[in-house]
């Protein structure tokens, strides 16, 4: 079974950078595609960033495209995310998710992806 957990959430000040781990056991780490996605209080879960199982494949959200980075160490099972420049808005719990690289529902859907971690919590003080 499948089980994520995710690292490196707190307090960080406006402008500031976030770098965020996703660290995955139970199932061979490079079969699995990785999204990352927040959920801001009283608001719905959103896409974030996501990744391939061999990394050749990339997605972000266009309100953090050009300041965040995610890759992925296929010899530590992890997957990382970087935000930079962080903004009042990006204060949200983020979660790490993964599904079988043969889905084929798209990326950024919430939908295709079948174990989530329990989230880490980001906040930004303005």
């Known amino acids: 079974q499948v089980q994520l957990v995710e690292l490196g959430g707190g307090l960080v000040p406006a402008g500031g950078s976030l770098r965020l781990s996703c660290e995955v056991s139970?199932?061979?780490?490079?079969?699995?595609?990785i999204g990352w996605f927040r959920q801001a209080p009283g608001k719905e879960r959103a896409f974030v960033s996501a990744?391939?199982?061999?990394?050749?494949?990339?997605y972000y959200a266009d309100v953090v495209r050009g300041r965040s980075t995610i890759s992925r160490d296929n010899a530590k099972n992890t997957v990382f995310l970087q935000i930079d420049n962080l903004k009042a808005g990006d204060t949200a719990v983020y979660y790490c998710?993964?599904?079988?690289?043969?889905?084929?529902?798209?990326?950024?859907?919430?939908?295709?992806?079948?174990?989530w971690g329990h989230g880490t919590q980001v906040t930004v003080a303005s």
């Open positions: 990744i391939s199982w061999s990394g050749g494949s990339i």
């Open positions: 998710a993964a599904v079988d690289t043969a889905d084929k529902l798209p990326a950024i859907s919430p939908f295709r992806y079948d174990t």
């Open positions: 139970g199932r061979t780490f490079s079969e699995l595609d």
